[in-house]
């Protein structure tokens, strides 16, 4: 796909794959590397000279959401951050309306450093914290505890009204008063965002080899269950509202980054691993590393917009559903057998997934793939 037949990016992802340590059930492309190591230096010039060539192709132009992931942005440093950001700022329209996220972990987020990232640009700051329990952060290998975890959430609260933490459940270990705890914590911390992820168990990583080993147990599905049903009863009782399978956020901070994955929209991925989504009407494609991951024509395209949608507590259109029905005849009577099936409803013109459909997500993404 030539780049000039492209739909434009509007969004943006610059991956930092850089932590203090690695944590026992990652599996993400990152490394462990000391702050002070030359490797970053090299990488983030590397990165601030991507953006640039980007902007002089013309590329940025129609970035509205731009996150910088990882490994731990925050790991790198602020001397670094701000040669980032301020690359950023130059290369691209980063104006307050423009939804600019940074992840970051308790361990390496400053005082100053919230005050410094938010002057250059950021306006939402996403806090890997997975647990308020020390014994639980412990088993997942995590580099802070449960007190460095509220300093960095009221850190960032100096600055950003913005702030979204991550929370794991089903961990073996973890019991479910420890996860309600720790829900019931994020809310009294006063973030804006809550991630809740259940744990999966990797291949290659160390909590692969400990299940393996019989040291750790597998993950139970019926925990996990249990647990995302009561992070979703505490944070709707706190005013929180679930947008996506997965996200709950107070009205007006859903993560516009993360939407835009969801919904089809073109982004950009710089750095080792990021993966970038180009799309014109005939033909989508995902590239990672110059390799060429997916390559989905218009049949395939139309069938990824619906069960991606259906991670989305909005679903999806009618609209939607009659433009797929004409590549894929069998859509409205698939969709009829899911809703008889209770895994999704139609209200007011949308297909929308129903709570049984997010907790068996296999069986309704299932569904609509095979459709194509």
């Known amino acids: 796909m030539r780049e000039a037949m492209h739909d434009p990016y509007r969004a943006l992802y610059l991956h930092?794959?850089?932590?203090?340590?690695?944590?026992?059930?990652?599996?993400?492309?990152?490394?462990?590397?000391?702050?002070?190591?030359?490797?970053?230096?090299?990488?983030?010039?590397?990165?601030?000279?991507?953006?640039?060539?980007?902007?002089?192709?013309g590329e940025l132009g129609g970035i509205s959401t731009v996150y910088l992931g990882g490994g731990t942005p925050s790991h790198v440093g602020m001397p670094r951050l701000s040669m980032l950001l301020y690359t950023l700022g130059l290369s691209m329209r980063l104006e307050l309306d423009v939804e600019c996220t940074m992840e970051a972990n308790p361990e390496s987020l400053t005082s100053s450093m919230v005050r410094d990232i938010w002057a250059l640009g950021v306006n939402r700051l996403s806090i890997g914290v997975q647990s308020f329990d020390d014994h639980v952060l412990g088993i997942l290998g995590r580099?802070?505890?449960?007190?460095?975890?509220?300093?960095?959430?009221?850190?960032?609260?100096?600055?950003?009204?913005?702030?979204?933490?991550?929370?794991?459940?089903?961990?073996?270990?973890?019991?479910?008063?420890s996860f309600e705890d720790s829900v019931k914590t994020a809310i009294d911390c006063g973030v804006s965002h809550v991630s809740v992820y259940p744990l999966t168990i990797e291949p290659h990583t160390p909590f692969d080899a400990m299940v393996l080993s019989g040291q750790l147990a597998e993950p139970d599905d019926d925990v996990e269950a249990e647990h995302m049903q009561a992070a979703e009863r505490i944070l709707s009782q706190a005013g929180y509202e679930r947008y996506e399978v997965?996200?709950?956020?107070?009205?007006?901070?859903?993560?516009?980054?993360?939407?835009?994955?969801?919904?089809?929209?073109?982004?950009?991925?710089?750095?080792?691993?990021?993966?970038?989504?180009?799309?014109?009407?005939?033909?989508?494609?995902?590239?990672?590393?110059?390799?060429?991951?997916?390559?989905?024509?218009?049949?395939?395209?139309?069938?990824?917009?619906?069960?991606?949608?259906?991670?989305?507590?909005?679903?999806?259109?009618?609209?939607?559903?009659?433009?797929?029905?004409?590549?894929?005849?069998?859509?409205?009577?698939?969709?009829?057998?899911?809703?008889?099936?209770?895994?999704?409803?139609?209200?007011?013109?949308?297909w929308q997934p129903t709570e049984r459909g997010w907790l068996c997500g296999n069986q309704l993404y299932g569904a609509l793939f095979d459709l194509a």
């Not at 850190?155 to 979204?164: D, G, L, P, Y």
């Open 16 to 57: 930092l794959p850089f932590c203090v340590k690695r944590c026992s059930y990652c599996d993400f492309a990152t490394a462990a590397v000391p702050a002070d190591s030359s490797k970053i230096d090299d990488y983030v010039e590397d990165l601030c000279l991507q953006i640039r060539r980007k902007s002089k192709e």
């Open 143 to 177: 580099a802070h505890d449960a007190q460095g975890a509220k300093r960095a959430i009221a850190c960032a609260r100096e600055r950003f009204e913005n702030v979204s933490v991550d929370l794991m459940c089903g961990i073996p270990g973890q019991s479910t008063e």
């Open 246 to 350: 997965a996200s709950y956020a107070k009205p007006g901070f859903e993560c516009r980054h993360n939407i835009a994955y969801w919904t089809g929209v073109p982004y950009l991925g710089l750095g080792r691993s990021a993966a970038s989504m180009t799309q014109n009407a005939e033909r989508r494609m995902r590239v990672q590393d110059g390799q060429v991951t997916d390559d989905l024509d218009a049949r395939e395209m139309v069938t990824e917009d619906m069960m991606l949608g259906m991670r989305m507590s909005r679903g999806i259109s009618d609209e939607l559903v009659q433009r797929a029905a004409q590549l894929l005849p069998e859509t409205w009577e698939t969709l009829t057998e899911l809703a008889e099936a209770g895994l999704c409803e139609h209200v007011d013109g949308r």
